[in-house]
């Protein structure tokens, strides 16, 4: 079965950085979209980051400039470059995997890694 496993996730001061890996198996990872969600308790999980399968990238606006979406296909892995963290960036990340077809919708998501900024 597919699996994502994120890890990189911890405790980190603000203005510190953390780098999230996401490595997957068992798909054909070169042609899903990747996305890094996230949510803080009490809230609803949002769409952090995305990269398509040609590499474009799109962030929501509370992380441009501080987080990068990158992907390493021959790895099967993708990644997110945390940086001047802030604690409002406190969250569970969740790796997500998407591809639609005329027919299916596949979608796959890992377990979430936690990521605390807290002085």
């Known amino acids: 079965q597919v699996q994502l496993v994120e890890s990189g996730g911890g405790l980190v001061q603000p203005g510190g950085s953390l780098r999230l890996s996401c490595a997957a198996s068992r798909i054909i990872f070169g042609i899903y979209a990747l996305n890094w969600y996230r949510q803080a308790p009490g809230k609803q999980r949002e769409l952090v980051a995305a990269?398509?399968?040609?590499?474009?990238?799109n962030y929501t606006d509370s992380v441009k400039g501080r987080f990068t979406i990158s992907r390493d296909n021959a790895k099967n892995t993708v990644y997110l470059q945390m940086n001047s963290l802030k604690p409002e960036d406190t969250a569970v990340y969740y790796c997500n995997a998407k591809w639609t077809t005329a027919l299916r919708k596949y979608d796959y998501w890992g377990q979430g890694t936690q990521v605390t900024v807290s002085s």
């Open positions: 990269i398509t399968s040609g590499g474009s990238t």
